[in-house]
């Protein structure tokens, strides 16, 4: 069985709750994950204090790799001549000297593939064909039996309110080489609400495999939308040799804890028939 505390979108700045930081760290002390997750977004405008903010709490998870990942919140917005030709100084100095990463536990790689892209879209994403070469050959060279995850902040399906902007460019070629990898979920944010989906849901349903694509709420701000308007949230993954499990777990504004929610489960491996439980 592997853990995988999934947060997202600290937003650090000015729609930081820190209440939603303390809530988080108590949960993942509870949770006592192999490893977390923050899928994106960790500051609101790429400066170096609110990376300094973020850092601070990722500092204070529990002592497991920790897999991080830009969001288009990481790169400046309105300085244009940083955004143009430095857009990741600060991320490199505070979070990490690397965009695309490679971690390996026990059981399970995590290929992290940062797609933001500041020089061609302002809100959306994008990922590249050498981004997903370096997908493949890390997959490639995983164990056997190894869980397969990608970690990537923008979304690949739009949540059922449509909130959230455009989908990733070339959403279902990537799902369909996604698939092809032999990946076993894909966890992600940007939309600011839960939204679990599939790789059917682009790809069709006669498709022979299935791969979750699991959207975190915000974790950390009040920037929640749809039904998740003022309201914080984070996952708890568990993977076992047969099934995914996603927890999702909110916190109400003004509240202190999150609460768990209903468990979504996906078998695995993926066969024709499957379906979330």
Known sequence: MLTVLHASDFQCGRPFRAAAAEALLRLAAETDPDIAVVSGDLTQRAKARE????KGILDRMPRVPIVVTPGNHDVPLFRIFERAFTPYKNWRAVISPELDTV?????????????????????????????????RRAFETSPAG??????????????????GGRTLPRARFLASRF???????????????????????????????????????????????????????????????????IVPHRMDAGGDM???????????????GTAPR
Not at 148 to 158: E, G, M, N, Q
């Open 51 to 54: 990376f300094k903010a973020a």
């Open 103 to 135: 971690t390996r536990v026990p059981g399970a790689t995590l290929v992290a593939l940062n797609s933001s892209a500041p020089r061609r879209a302002i809100v959306n994403g994008r990922i590249d064909d050498d981004q997903l070469e370096f997908a």
């Open 146 to 163: 190894d869980i397969r995850c990608l970690v990537i902040h923008h979304h690949f399906v739009p949540p059922p309110d449509g909130k």
């Open 179 to 245: 698939e092809s990898m032999g990946v076993d979920l894909v966890l992600g944010g940007h939309v600011h609400q839960t939204h679990i989906t599939t790789s059917r849901d682009l790809l069709g349903a006669d498709r022979g495999s299935l791969i979750p694509f699991i959207a975190c709420g915000t974790t950390t701000s009040w920037r929640g939308r749809g039904p998740e308007a003022d309201l914080n949230s984070l996952n708890v993954v568990r993977i076992s040799s047969g099934d995914i499990e």
């Open 258 to 272: 999150f609460e768990p929610g209903d468990p979504v489960v996906f078998s695995r491996p993926t066969s024709p």
